[in-house]
């Protein structure tokens, strides 16, 4: 072959690559247009899941059950979801949720365990004696037990500091229990039957009924 003639071979072969390589590089640029004409962003449904997540978390924060990393997985699950990755953004948006509704859990259940406590305390609440009271006007009270004849209810609860059930002293503090049937029953036929009593003396009708 002549030397003009593998000029020519050659300059045809170097057109022809320069033509293959510059439509590969339009192909490349159209193909990152097109990924980024289709990326929109969180699906609705993935929004929807990412707001729940930070409502249930702002929940937890009021309780003082704040968790710090969850804040953290919300912001990633943001994140992938402005990456349109809608999958990986929904999983992550999931994950906070249930953990801060995990930690609102938590933070509930001393109450509901106080809330029991309560309810099953075998007392009514407290009375700091003053000037002037006594057993039957205590128990007299109506937000007591609206009934002087209960006394004994108090007396026998907090016998380990009533030394005599005539005579108490101002700053003392008793605990007044729940008047249950039979209990409310010998407390009042106890006040009613006591018979004579002595201030500074322990009768014994007393002693028997706190033997009771």
Request: aromatic share 8%; with cysteine.
């Amino acid at each position: 072959m002549k030397p003009t003639e593998l000029l020519k071979v050659a300059a045809i072969a170097l057109l022809t690559s320069g033509i293959m390589v510059g439509c590969q590089q339009s192909s490349d640029e159209m193909t990152e247009v097109a990924m980024e004409e289709e990326c929109q962003g969180a699906t609705p449904e993935v929004r929807n899941a990412i707001y729940a997540a930070k409502l249930k978390n702002a929940r937890a924060r009021n309780l003082g059950a704040d968790w710090e990393e969850n804040a953290k997985i919300i912001e990633e699950a943001e994140q992938a979801a402005a990456d349109c990755e809608n999958v990986r953004a929904k999983i992550l948006a999931n994950k906070a949720e249930d953990a801060a509704a995990e930690a609102i859990a938590m933070m509930a259940q001393p109450v509901e365990e106080e809330t029991e406590m309560a309810e099953e305390s075998p007392y009514l609440g407290g009375y700091l004696v003053v000037s002037g009271d006594n057993l039957w006007n205590i128990a007299g009270q109506d937000t007591i037990y609206g009934n002087p004849f209960m006394w004994p209810l108090i007396y026998k609860t907090n016998s380990g500091q009533i030394k005599d059930a005539d005579l108490i002293f101002p700053g003392q503090y008793f605990y007044i229990p729940k008047a249950k049937g039979p209990e409310r029953a010998a407390a009042i036929e106890h006040a009613k039957t006591r018979g004579a009593w002595t201030i500074g003396q322990t009768e014994a009708s007393d002693l028997d009924y706190l033997a009771q």
